[in-house]
């Protein structure tokens, strides 16, 4: 298994408090992804990363910033909370050279 | 923009049966590779098999094979012998590479598989 971790794994939280996600990587892969999971929809993307510092929206990313000082650790961050963002999220890294990702344990976000 | 479909939300098979899921998906693009995802109860997922658009034959990993026919656009998964433990959430996904790899995955809403004892 790939080496992602993703923390908290669970998290209850009021309407209008900042939450930020971690995820972190042993792997050394350049590329990493935060996605959402809501039933009905699959996943969906919300921020990537192509390096250090270097990051861009996805499809679903309004509500939602990212920041990545070192390869390894790649936050996501949603400054006010809505119920909307109940959800669970997923980190991912990639690409290996036959362009598949890796998932972490993903967390259950609650928003109260 | 790419689009995934997944049109069974919900299969039941029973143990040890062969189950085909279907996936359609559209795009312009001519290279891209397509993915079968496992979400089982845990919820991690898990990749099952990759398929390259540029390889006429069809991916095969143990059980888990595939029917690619890239001109319809269809890429349906067949699980042979099926077990108590492939019950789980199977997901679509397209990935066209043309952005350099920075873009991420583009998913189905998923098919609930369940094996019946």
């Known amino acids: 298994d790939a080496g992602i971790t993703q923390s908290p794994r669970h998290k209850v939280t009021e309407t209008g408090t900042p939450v930020t996600l971690r995820c972190h990587q042993t792997e050394n892969h350049r590329y990493m992804y935060w996605y959402r999971q809501d039933p009905g929809h699959g996943l969906r993307l919300i921020h990537y990363?192509?390096?250090?510092?270097?990051?861009d929206k996805g499809e679903v990313s309004d509500g939602y910033s990212v920041s990545r000082s070192k390869t390894e650790d790649f936050l996501l961050t949603l400054e006010s909370a809505t119920s909307s963002q109940t959800s669970v999220y997923f980190c991912?890294?990639?690409?290996?050279?036959?362009?598949?990702?890796?998932f972490g344990p993903g967390t259950r976000l609650t928003v109260t | 923009a790419q689009t995934v479909t997944q049109s069974q939300p919900e299969m039941s098979v029973q143990e040890a049966e062969t189950v085909t899921l279907s996936c359609t998906y559209d795009?312009?693009?001519?290279?891209?590779?397509l993915f079968w995802y496992k979400q089982p109860p845990s919820r991690q997922m898990i990749l099952v098999i990759r398929q390259e658009a540029y390889k006429q034959q069809n991916a095969t990993e143990n059980r888990f094979s595939v029917n690619f026919q890239k001109a319809a656009k269809s890429f349906s998964l067949k699980i042979s012998d099926s077990q108590l433990g492939d019950t789980a959430m199977y997901f679509c996904a397209f990935r066209d590479p043309s952005g350099g790899g920075a873009d991420g995955l583009t998913f189905g809403k998923g098919t609930h598989l369940i094996i019946q004892p």
């Open positions: 991912a890294i990639g690409p290996t050279s036959s362009y598949e990702q890796y």
């Open positions: 990363s192509y390096g250090v510092k270097d990051t």
């Open positions: 795009t312009s693009e001519n290279n891209y590779y």
